[in-house]
């Protein structure tokens, strides 16, 4: 991974995010990060939200926050609001009965995963989602997990066929074929207007940034992404200095700078 200094801030034309972690930082988003965003929107840059977050906070995010759309569940939809138009729109990947299948099949993965490790819980966010389980090993778990048992956890996620990605704060898992990335290229391209990402950046901390690390010609990881080393068979090409909502405000003064 190299340093942050390498990248050209004139090549980008827009920014995709993840947010716990690489906006945040110990779980708040800090003014700087905040300012950060703002300061692209105004640039006409724009900044879509990447998260492994719920649907329930996507709608918030994408209505108050001064970005060009949210890509939620590790990538099951998209949301974005058309503040002049007074538009809320979105694209999902699964139909409702998909959605509601899915619903009942992770019911049976939730009972399987707190039985084999007992000191995980259900995410707090989870009332908020609509295609995925989230099971927290360090948001609000005391102590945080161990590694073994996060590898417990995505083991009986995979053993039930599902996807399970790990992300800074959760393991998530789901059943059906998508991804951050294939939203992300989905939005570039049907939203945004952009045939590829070869003018876009993406910033991210953690092994679910994986396939975006792999694709995206200027990946960048905030500096915590070295906690994660040992999981990441595609790093980010670039890295901050600084870790969470600090290294994406490096990020956004780099791009600024063009």
């Known amino acids: 991974m190299r340093p942050l200094v390498e990248l050209d801030g004139g090549a980008i034309d827009a920014i995709f995010t993840d947010i716990d972690d690489t906006l945040t930082t110990e779980g708040l988003v800090e003014a700087e990060a905040f300012a950060a965003i703002w300061d692209l929107h105004r640039a006409n840059i724009p900044v879509v939200l990447v998260t492994g977050r719920p649907a329930g906070w996507c709608d918030h995010l994408a209505r108050m926050w001064p970005v060009a759309g949210v890509i939620g569940e590790n990538g099951a939809f998209w949301m974005r609001y058309l503040r002049e138009a007074r538009r809320f729109e979105s694209i999902f990947v699964l139909e409702q009965q998909e959605r509601d299948a899915q619903v009942a099949r992770l019911a049976t993965v939730k009972d399987a995963i707190l039985a084999a490790v007992p000191n995980a819980r259900v995410a707090s966010d989870q009332p908020f989602r609509i295609h995925d389980l989230a099971i927290d090993f360090c948001e609000d778990v005391v102590p945080p997990l161990s590694a073994a048992e996060i590898d417990r956890i995505v083991a009986v996620f995979e053993a039930h066929g599902a996807i399970a990605k790990v992300s800074s704060i959760h393991v998530n898992g789901w059943f059906g074929r998508y991804d951050k990335l294939g939203m992300i290229e989905r939005f570039a391209r049907e939203v945004l207007g952009m045939p590829d990402l070869s003018r876009a950046a993406y910033v991210g901390d ?10 995206f010609e ?3 990881g905030v500096a915590n992404v070295r906690d994660f080393a040992a999981r990441l068979v595609h790093p980010p090409k670039l890295v901050t200095e600084a870790r969470g909502g600090r290294g994406f405000a490096e990020v956004a003064a780099q791009v600024l700078r063009r």
């Open 218 to 220: 200027h990946a960048i």
């Open 206 to 215: 953690s092994p679910n940034d994986e396939p975006a690390f792999r694709a």
